[in-house]
């Protein structure tokens, strides 16, 4: 996964230097995080595609106005969220958005990007673990400890506080330590759960 800094720093250079480069990158850095968000909301892959393509194209036509944004990975989250709950109504399934209906499967941790830190079998079991917590605290788990979000960003895209986003992170993590526990040494699962 791209370091923060370096995602924006690539925003940076698409804001302020119309550098194409730098947007792929980008998009290269964020596309599959964002495509998992969208389709959590959505609970359709092809939906979320096209919602993280047409994201990316608000993005570089509205470049030149985007160069004040504070923090740019949090900005693309929000206007994923944005278009998805949009889509959403725009197809009439649903009135009202409630984190307590998200397709959790989308969160799934992709196995490439995990593997070089633990093993299959041990991923598959830290995924369990995952998918049996309460649907707000598995996604708030994903987006702090999977995404690399900060309490703040995570309130501020699910217009929570920060506590709540500690809170929950907390009940995740003691949650899911405790369903691991058994199956992987300490030092593994605190790597996990604590980096």
């Not at 370096?6 to 698409?14: E, P």
């Not at 939906?47 to 985007?66: G, N, P, T, Y």
């Not at 949009?86 to 984190?99: E, I, V």
């Not at 907390?170 to 759960?193: C, G, N």
């Amino acid at each position: 996964m791209m370091n923060e800094e370096a995602l924006h720093q690539y925003f940076r250079q698409v804001c302020d230097d119309n550098d194409q480069d730098a947007y792929n990158e980008l998009y290269k850095g964020l596309c599959s995080r964002l495509i998992h968000f969208s389709a959590a909301i959505t609970g359709s892959w092809h939906l979320a595609e096209e919602i993280v393509s047409d994201v990316f194209i608000m993005l570089w036509r509205k470049r030149a106005q985007l160069a004040g944004v504070a923090n740019p990975v949090v900005y693309l989250y929000v206007c994923t969220r944005n278009q998805s709950v949009n889509a959403l109504r725009q197809q009439r399934r649903h009135q009202h958005m409630s984190l307590d209906h998200l397709d959790t499967e989308a969160f799934a941790i992709s196995p490439d990007t995990e593997q070089n830190m633990l093993s299959a079998e041990v991923t598959q079991k830290i995924e369990s673990a995952i998918r049996s917590l309460p649907t707000r605290c598995q996604l708030i788990f994903r987006l702090v400890k999977q995404d690399g979000l900060k309490y703040k960003e995570v309130g501020e895209l699910l217009q929570i506080s920060p506590k709540t986003v500690d809170a929950q992170l907390a009940i995740a993590v003691k949650k899911i330590a405790e369903a691991i526990r058994l199956d992987m040494t300490a030092d593994t699962a605190q790597s996990y759960l604590f980096r």
